[in-house]
């Protein structure tokens, strides 16, 4: 089953792929969301849930917190979208 993510600050929405996660969909749809070591253990890809479940793999305790987790946040590259999202868009720090 697909889902939508949308993206209000771009005004985008796209589909999602079954069992894709949050980042690789955005990067194939062509939104370039900040990412580095792509299995959770950095957390450079740390993104606010705006609406929507997700399933979380496995990643590093010091990536996402269960605090962080309670307050919304998701690590893109190890969620999977289990309903349509929306997600803020975040410029890559330089």
Do not use: Q
Request: with cysteine.
């Amino acid at each position: 089953m697909s889902f939508k993510i949308h993206f209000p600050d771009l005004n985008r929405s796209i589909e999602t792929k079954e069992k894709e996660t949050v980042l690789d969909s955005s990067l194939n749809a062509g939104i370039d969301l900040s990412y580095s070591c792509r299995f959770g253990r950095c957390g450079v890809c740390k993104i606010l849930l705006l609406s929507g479940n997700v399933e979380h793999l496995s990643h590093g305790k010091f990536s996402l917190t269960e605090e962080e987790k309670e307050e919304g946040f998701i690590l893109a590259c190890r969620s999977i979208p289990l309903s349509d999202l929306i997600l803020p868009w975040i410029k890559e720090k330089v």
